[in-house]
């Protein structure tokens, strides 16, 4: 995955005020760890496939498996499909 500026720029302006409870390994990482998710039908949603999605503050326990409201991982999923 390549990140440009401008994707550097927009994800650090999505982190900046949010307290990550995985203190963001995502981007930490280089983006090799990320939150294990699939897309749904409806655009911008995803899926949790994390066993520990139900301590994560971003995980809505709404279906099984839970919605991701994560917004860089959202971002991330529609930006490079990750």
Known sequence: MEITQEHAS???????????????ICYKSGFTHLCRVRKTGTRGFLE??????RNCQFSLPFNDPPAC??????????EFGK
């Open 48 to 53: 949790c496939l994390d066993s520990d999605s």
């Open 10 to 24: 927009r994800i650090e302006e999505l982190m900046a005020g949010l307290e990550c409870p995985k203190e963001f």
């Open 69 to 78: 409201l994560c917004p860089v991982r959202i971002y991330l999923a529609a």
